[in-house]
């Protein structure tokens, strides 16, 4: 089938625009996915992304790492938690956070390694 409306005028790539327009994701989930890089889009949630990287470590270490208040820090772990990046559990009083899972050590190990290409 034809698309009518192709917009480009070369008829070099209409095959393959159809085959990804019939690919391409549905719109909830490239949302998702842009959320996704919004929560890791921040400098000091990097941070804490690199340090969790390395250990499991509470609000209080991370605050202390960063120079930051707890309040700021668990502003910041709320929106990784929301993102799937981050998880915790829970010792007596005390919360520990660390990777959520293996893909997002794998995604931060493949961006560090591509910024340090440049």
Known sequence: MENVNHKCSCDAHRGIV????????????????ADFFKAIGDSTRIQILWALEKSELCVGDLADLLNMTTSAVSHQLKTLRT???????KEGKN?????????VHEI???A???????
């Open 95 to 103: 919360v520990y956070y660390s990777l959520d899972d293996a893909h």
């Open 18 to 33: 159809g085959e990804i327009k019939q690919a391409m994701p549905e719109a909830p989930l490239l949302y998702d996915l």
């Open 83 to 89: 993102a799937k990046l981050i998880r915790f559990r």
């Open 112 to 118: 560090f390694a591509h910024v340090k290409e440049r």
């Open 108 to 110: 931060l190990s493949t």
